[in-house]
C-alpha cells in the first residue's frame, strides 16, 4: 500500500470511444460475457455513456485522500474507479472533487461505494456509478495506491483498462482486447441490424433464429 | 417443464383499460388489499402506467430462450410476465426482444430479474418493471414453459390475470374478477374524490373519518 | 405510546431555510459529520431540496392512524418524520394524507417504510424521501405518538429538530444548534468557492491542500 | 380475509415420514427441480428434519392472532406455515405458541417473517423455519385466514400439501403428488448408491456419467 | 467527537442479574415493546444469556482505537455497545482486545459492525452480538467517543443503559426503569406459567385467552 | 471459457499447513491486511480449520458441470474454489460431489453461490464457506473453466494460490508469498502472545501500546 504508479499505457482514443457508442451491453457480448461489474453500481443520472482509460484508486473505508493523488494521474479522456479496501457507502466524492477531475479531463467516476453532491455533478455534467448516494463525510489519514490492480465490484481492473459505463451499467475490457472487442461489437451492431428490422415487421425470433427444431427436439409441447 | 400453453382467456379490453387508467394502488385497495408484487420490481423509467394480460414464463436462471416462445403467444395488449425457477439477475431481455413483442403489441415486461438496453427501451417507450438492471448475458440451452401458473415476485399468477402496473410497482387482478375489481375501483376514485377535495380545504383526516372519539377510546391522550 | 404533544418549539424560519439552502453535505459537514439519516432513504423525485421542523410520528408496522394526530400538529414549513417501531415496506403515505398535509403547510415527508401515489406526489411537488415505493395499504388499528423522540433510519430525532433532505438524502440538525450550524455551513460554502475556482482552473488538491509533504512523510511512493 | 377452512384433505401418514426420511434436495430433485421455499429461511438449529401437512396461515404484518385460530385445525403430524401479508420479520411464534402447537401434535413452524424464544424452542425440540430470529412483540388486532392457498418465501402451497423440511431449507409437495415423489425420491436416493460408493473408490464422475465426449464436442480443452 | 466521559451510574446489580435471566423477549414486552436493536445483530455462538451496564463506544469506520480507551471505562459486570459513525463490517473485535474486556469483568460487547477470532471468542466463553463475522483490520487513526449516548442498531443508547443479550438478540433497558422492568417481566413470567401448562394439557389459547367472540364479532367465518 | 489447466504450482505443503494453524485472522493481518473474501461466505459448520492449494472454477449460474472437470484436477491437500459468472445462490454441489472430492483428498469448498446437503456434509467432516445454503438442483449445459484466475467473493484468485478458511471466514494468499506469510503470521503470533499474557492480567492496551498520549495529543478528553 502507498503505491502511484504515474506511467500507465492507454488504449487508442478512437478504441476507446467507439466502445463508449457501442454501449456495455454490446460490449460485454462482443467479449464473451465477461467484464461486468456488479448491478450494484448504478448511475446518478440517466443518459450518460462514456469510455475512458481506468485510473484506479485502492481506498481504505471512509478515507478519500487517495483520490487526490489519483487526480493528479488523470489524462484527458480517463475514468477514476475506486474500490475501498472494505465495504463502505461513505461519500468519498463530491462537486470539488468532480471539478477538480473534470478540470483535468476526467470523463467520469465508478466508484463501489457513496457518492454525495449528486445535484452538482447533474448539473455539471459529470456522470458518477456508485453503489449508493450518501452524504457521509470521509477522512484523510491513511495512505492507499493509484494505479494498481484492483477488483471493483466484483471485476478485476488494471490501470489502463478501457472502461464503458451507460445506463446499463460497468464494463471493463482489458486494454490488449480493445481494438478487437471493437470490431467484434461493431459487426455484432451490424447483424442486430438486419434482426431488428425483420423482428420490427413481426417475424417471430422463434423463425429468425430457426429455434422450433431445437426446441421440439429437446420436448417442448404446445398445448 | 417445456410446456406453452397455446390458448387463454383474457379479461375484456376496456376492462383491462379502466384499471390501467385507476393504478396500482387503487386496484390494491379495491381488491381487499391482495395481489401486489414485491417491491424490489421498479420500473426502468417513470410514468408508464399499463394493463394487459399475462403471458406467463417460467424461465431457468440465466436462460431466456422461452421468451422468444412466449412472443409468439402474446396478443394486442399483453404483457409478458417471467419468474426464474430460482433467484437471477441476469439481463433475460433487451431492445431485439423488445422490438419483437411491441410489433406484436406487446405493451411491457414485468420480470423478477434483471433486464438490459435500457436507454433503448426507454427511447422505444417500452416499459419493463425488473428487479435489476443488468447487462449480464443470457444463454438458450433448457426449456421452460410459457403460461403456466407461475409465482413472481411474491405473487402467484395464471396466464389471462390482468397484470397493473405504474410507478407504484405492479399488481395482479384475477381474470374472473376483473370486472368486479374495476367497479370497485371506480367507486373508490368517487369517494375519494370528495374527501380530496375537504382535505385540500384545510379539513383535517381526524374530523372527516370520526377518528377523535376512538382514539380517544384507545386512549389516545394531548399534552 | 399512545401520546401527541401539541407544543412543540421550533427553529427560526429564515435559519430554517437557509439550512435548506446549503444542502444536506454542507450542513453535515458544517457540524461535524453527524445527523445523517441512512442512504437507504432515497427522494422519490430528483430535485427537491427542502429544510422544516421535525413533526415526528412513531407508528405501529403496518398502521398509519397516527399520520392523521400528526397532520394536525403541522405548522406552516414543517416537515413530517415517521418511524415505524418495527421494520416495514408499506405504503403509509399517499395523495390523500399529501393533500392534507400539503394544505397544512408542509413542506414533505421523511418515512422509514413504504410511500405509494409517487406519480400523483410528484406532479403536486411534494417530496418524500423513503425506504421503499410499495402500494401496500395499511390499517388504523393501533395507537403510536406524535412529537416523541425517534429514532428514524438510525438518527435520533426530537421534535422540532431541523430535518435537512435534498438529492443526498436526510440529515437531522439539533434545534439549539441550529444557528450556529447554519453559520458554520456558510463559511464553509464561502471557503469552498475559492477552492471551487482555483481547482476549475486546474490546480491540484495536492497543492491546494498541501498535501504532498504528508503524503511523503506517510511512505507513499511514485513509480 | 377473515376465514377458517376446517376440512383440509392430507397426504398418507407413511408417505409423509417418507418424505422426511429423503429429505428436502433428494425430494426437490425427484419432483423436477420445483417446490423450495427460498434460501431466506433458516432453522433456528441444526439437525431437525421432519415432513407435514401443511396448516397455512396468512396473517397481517405484525399481527399474530391467526396462529391461534390455526392450532386448533392442527392434527398430529401438522406443520404450520405463516406468511405474511406483507414482508415483516417480526417475532410471531414463542414458546407459548409453540407449548400449544405441539401439544396438539405439531411437528414445527415455517415462517416468512420471524421468531422468539429460539432457546426455549431448541430445548423443546421445537423446530422452526424463520426468516428472522426477533423479540419484537406483535399484536391481535386483525383478521387473517387459516388453510386458504398462500405464498410463502416464493412457493405457492395449499393447505394438506406435504412440507418437507432439514438443514438444506424447506420444500412443499403437492398432496396429490405425494406418493408419486416419494416413489421416484426411492429409486433416486438407490441410484446414488452404487454411485456414492464408486466416487468414494476414487472414480471420477467424468467417467461414471461418460461426460468426456459431451465435454470435448461442446469444445472444452485442457492445457 | 473525542470525549471520555468517565463517571456513569449503573443500575442495581441485582436488577441487572434478573433482567439477564428473564431474557430478551421477556424484557421487550414487560418494558411496553422497546428497546430493541435490529435483528441484524446476531451471536457469535449459541447459549449465551448476559445483562450488563452498557459502556457505550461511537467509533469511525475502520477505526478500533476507542475500544481500548473504553475498556478502561469497564466494570465487573458490564457490556461494551459500539455503533459506527457509518456503515461498517469491519472486524473490530478480536481475542486480545475480548482478553482485556474480560480481565476487567466485562460480560460482552454488543457491535453493530463486524468481529473476528470467533473462534477463540468462543472457548473463551465471551459473547458478542454482531453484524457481521469478518476478519477486516481496522486502524487507530481517528477519535471517537466513550459513554456519550449512540444509535445501535437502531435503538438509542445511553451509557449505563441495562443491555439485555441472548439467543432472540440485544434489547436495552433505561437505566431508571430497570427495577420497574424488571417487576414487570416476573409478573409476566408468573403468568406464563400457569398459561403454559394449560396450553401443554391441550388446551386452545382461543378459549384461554376468550377470543372466540371478538373473532366473530369481527366476522371471522369457519367453513 | 471451456478450458481446464492441468498443471497448476502449488505452494509448499508445510508451509500450507503452517497457514492453516494461524488462522485467517492472522494471516490476512501479517500479508499486510489483503486477501479477505467477502463476508458473505460464511462456513456450514463450525470448528473447521483448513488451509490447501486453490483449484478454481468459473462456472455458469446455474450449472455445475465443471465441478466434475475441476475433481479430476484435485491432489491431496487442494481446495475447490467456485465463482459463478453472474450472481447464484443455486445448490451447485452436494454430497455426491463432496464424497468424490473427498476421495481424491480435497479438503474442502469455497463457492460464491450454494451448497446443499449439509447435513451428510457435515457428517463428512467435509466443510464449505458458501453464500448460501440452498437445494436448488443445477443442470450440466454449458461450460466453464479450470484452473483460469477468477474473482470469488471480491477477491482474485489464481489456480494454486493458498485459501485459508476457517470460522472467520475465508482468506487467499498469493503462492509466491505463502512463506514469507507465514514467517510474518509467527511473528505475529509470537508477539500477540506476550500481549496476551499482559492483557490477562490487567495491564490496559492504552498503557501497553503507549496510547495515551497520541490520543490526547488529537485532543481525546476525559470527563
Not at 450518501?134 to 493509484?146: E, M, N, P, R, Y
Not at 425483420?198 to 422450433?212: F, P, T, V
Amino acid at each position: 500500500m502507498g503505491k502511484v504508479v504515474t506511467t500507465i499505457q492507454r488504449a487508442n482514443r478512437e478504441v476507446i470511444d467507439g466502445l463508449a457508442a457501442a454501449g456495455v451491453a454490446t460490449v460485454h457480448e462482443a467479449q464473451g460475457r465477461i467484464g461486468l461489474l456488479a448491478s450494484r453500481l448504478r448511475p446518478i443520472y440517466p443518459g450518460a455513456r462514456i469510455a475512458g482509460s481506468a485510473v484506479t484508486i485502492s481506498a481504505p473505508p471512509g478515507d478519500n485522500w487517495m483520490i487526490h493523488a489519483a487526480v493528479e494521474q488523470v489524462q484527458e479522456g480517463d475514468i477514476l474507479v475506486l474500490a475501498p479496501t472494505s465495504p463502505s457507502e461513505d461519500g468519498y466524492f463530491g462537486d470539488l472533487l468532480a471539478t477538480s477531475a473534470q478540470a483535468r479531463g476526467c470523463r467520469g467516476l465508478v466508484i463501489d461505494a457513496g457518492v454525495r453532491d449528486v445535484r452538482d455533478l447533474t448539473q455539471m455534467n459529470f456522470p458518477v456509478w456508485s453503489k449508493a448516494v450518501f452524504a457521509q463525510g470521509t477522512i484523510k489519514a491513511t495512505l492507499g495506491s493509484v494505479n494498481v490492480p484492483i477488483v471493483c465490484a466484483g471485476a478485476h481492473i488494471d490501470a489502463g483498462d478501457v472502461i464503458v459505463a451507460d445506463d446499463d451499467g460497468v464494463c471493463v475490457v482489458k486494454r490488449a482486447d480493445a481494438a478487437d472487442v471493437l470490431a467484434k461489437a461493431r459487426a455484432r451492431e451490424a447483424n442486430e441490424e438486419s434482426k431488428r428490422a425483420r423482428l420490427a415487421a413481426g417475424e417471430l425470433g422463434l423463425d429468425i433464429y430457426d429455434m422450433r427444431g431445437k426446441l421440439a427436439k429437446l420436448g417442448l409441447t404446445y398445448e
